[in-house]
């Protein structure tokens, strides 16, 4: 059974810091997808790794993608306020169509 | 704004009773995704249906069942309810079959009391 781990949980930063947040994930997979939530909000589609090496950058936030450790990580450059909320990492099981979240990182961004 | 249009926005019934919610896709995405998000359980994939036709399966309890319709939106369905079912319920959308999801809903938050 595929399995999806974020560190950390719950991450408290300041205002201009960086930070990373890690994704492991325990089966093969073709996909990974990042998604941010708001509280008591919807699900907001942040990147699309489809690749080993992959690399994304929106922003303050890029994300990437190392296929052979598992592993992704979002990095989070010169933080602001406006970055606050809970990130998800998921992950495509490989010709099951099914998407497997990770627990979520709690990021909270103080001035 | 996603596009996904959930309804109703919140819920509240007792154990034992039976609800739906609705979910419409994206203009122009054919397949629509339930997801449950709680507590404990965290976010969990339910259901993908495509063009009609169920696609995966998650971990979906037998109690609770879907269907999409042929204007593409799609019916939730949630019976003997329990204490444990309250939870956030998602809709998603995505153009096609093997595409995972890019726009959700805003949910229906279901309270169990």
């Known amino acids: 059974e595929l399995k999806v781990e974020q560190n950390p949980l719950f991450l408290s930063m300041q205002e201009g810091k960086n930070y990373t947040i890690y994704c492991n994930y325990s089966?093969?997979?073709?996909?990974l997808y990042w998604y941010r939530q708001d509280p008591g909000k919807s699900l907001e589609s942040l990147f699309v790794?489809?690749?080993?090496?992959a690399v994304k950058q929106e922003g303050r936030l890029m994300a990437s993608l190392d296929t052979k450790a598992r592993l992704s990580t979002l990095h989070i450059t010169a933080a602001v306020h406006d970055l606050s909320a809970t990130y998800f990492c998921?992950?495509?099981?490989?010709?099951?169509?099914?998407?497997?979240f990770g627990q979520g990182t709690r990021l909270t961004i103080n001035p | 704004d996603s596009g996904v249009t959930q309804t109703p926005k919140h819920l509240i019934t007792a154990t034992g009773q039976r609800v739906t919610l609705r979910c419409s896709p994206r203009?122009?995405?054919?397949?629509v995704y339930w997801y449950q998000q709680s507590l404990d359980q965290g976010l969990q994939f339910l259901i993908q249906?495509?063009?009609?036709?169920?696609?995966a399966k998650g971990n979906i309890l037998e109690r609770f069942s879907a269907q999409q319709f042929p204007d593409l939106h799609s019916e939730l369905n949630l019976s003997s309810l329990e204490l444990g079912d309250s939870a956030l319920y998602f809709c998603?959308?995505?153009?096609?079959?093997?595409?995972?999801?890019?726009?959700f809903g805003d949910g229906t938050r279901l309270s169990i009391l």
């Open positions: 998921a992950v495509d099981i490989r010709g099951a169509q099914k998407l497997v």
């Open positions: 203009s122009g995405d054919l397949s």
């Open positions: 790794l489809l690749s080993n090496g």
């Open positions: 998603a959308s995505s153009p096609g079959v093997y595409n995972q999801p890019q726009h």
């Open positions: 249906y495509y063009n009609g036709e169920e696609r």
């Open positions: 089966t093969t997979s073709d996909r």
